[in-house]
């Protein structure tokens, strides 16, 4: 079919050598939080000028495919007067929209989610691919501890997942999965590992019932990496290793390309771990899909200054520059 052809050439160019996925898509609430952490406004106007800075990043389309946006800035306009979706598509890169509603308390699941936002999605998929939207974002959240995840947090995050794509791909937008295994808590890689391995068990089975085509979407995991509160070390050759290891046995050759999170590591440490990642020879591109760690740095130069807008988007280039070094040093 060729939409389908179409879908998978878009998916190839998300994730085309030496370049990776700007996720600059966090929800009104989350970005609020994080402006005011920085002692800055949190104001619409002061979210669309940071969004600005970054999607307006000098040379910004030579490590970065495509853009990640939430539903606010993909209505804003840059101060030139181009909708978001305009702006970064005249630079070379392809403009994304997050979907999801968020993730709210599963029933029958204590202290797991699900993440929402079926209802109505078929039309909102098409009234984003109108106004541009190439690709789009679901994440749902998996924890670890005390059983936890369980089989039906699993099936129910994945059975979404999986209508969500199929819903994309049906609008002609790749649609990038996200079963993100978060680093929170004293677990062991192990546990990691594991949760990873039958979280993606599910999902890759649920996209088969779906009737997903697998070389038309994106999957963007977690690294696998001890939890945040385990006193367990890990180098970044034994992140990779337990990383490739875990994907390999379960995500199909077909996958267009698989960009990773960064999940609460430092820009360094994700940086570190994919450059070792890319030492195996494996079926599809690894790259990265960064939020916290490409953006972080910018934030913190910006200070919600006009004056330091240059000084933001520095840090943000400095950042897509180590990832793109380390997808191309293999
Ligand atoms: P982080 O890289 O900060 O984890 O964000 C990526 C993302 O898109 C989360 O949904």
């Known amino acids: 079919m060729t939409g389908q052809t179409e879908l998978s050439c878009t998916a190839s160019a998300m994730v085309a050598a030496g370049k990776?996925?700007?996720a600059?898509?966090?929800s009104t609430a989350t970005m609020s939080s994080?402006?005011?952490?920085?002692g800055v406004a949190p104001t619409e106007q002061n979210r669309r000028a940071y969004r600005e800075l970054l999607a307006t990043t000098p040379g910004l389309a030579e490590g970065i495919s495509g853009v990640i946006l939430c539903d606010e800035t993909f209505r804003q306009s840059t101060s030139d007067g181009r909708p978001f979706p305009l702006a970064l598509a005249e630079i070379g890169m392809l403009p994304g929209i997050r979907v999801d509603c968020g993730a709210r308390p599963l029933a029958a699941a204590p202290g797991e989610t699900v993440t929402e936002g079926l209802d109505g999605l078929r039309e909102r998929l098409a009234d984003y691919a109108a106004s541009g939207a190439r690709f789009a974002k679901w994440r749902a959240v998996?924890?670890?501890g005390n059983g936890k995840p369980s089989a039906r947090a699993r099936r129910a995050n994945a059975h979404a997942l999986a209508r969500y794509a199929a819903l994309c791909q049906e609008a002609g937008?790749?649609?990038?999965?996200?079963?993100?295994?978060l680093m929170d808590g004293g677990h062991s890689m192990a546990a990691c590992a594991e949760a990873t391995a039958t979280t993606l068990v599910s999902v890759f089975g649920e996209l088969a019932d779906a009737g997903v085509e697998l070389a038309g979407i994106v999957l963007k995991p977690n690294m696998v990496l001890p939890g945040q509160a385990c006193p367990e070390s890990a180098s970044s050759r034994q992140v990779a290793t337990a990383t490739v290891g875990t994907l390999r046995g379960v995500v199909p050759d077909d996958v267009a390309g698989i960009a990773f999170l960064s999940g609460g590591q430092s820009p360094a440490r994700a940086t570190e771990n994919l450059a070792a990642m890319q030492r195996f020879d494996l079926p599809w591109p690894l790259t990265f899909s960064f939020g916290r760690a490409l953006v972080d740095p910018a934030l913190a130069a910006w200070q919600?200054?006009?004056e330091r807008v240059a000084a933001g988007q520095d840090a943000l280039a400095a950042r897509v520059l180590c990832n793109r070094a380390a997808l191309l040093a293999a």
């Open 304 to 306: 919600g200054k006009p």
């Open 142 to 144: 998996i924890v670890i």
């Open 20 to 22: 990776g996925i700007l």
């Open 173 to 181: 937008i790749v649609p990038i999965v996200e079963p993100e295994v």
């Open 34 to 38: 994080r402006l005011c952490a920085a």
């Open 24 to 26: 600059a898509d966090e």
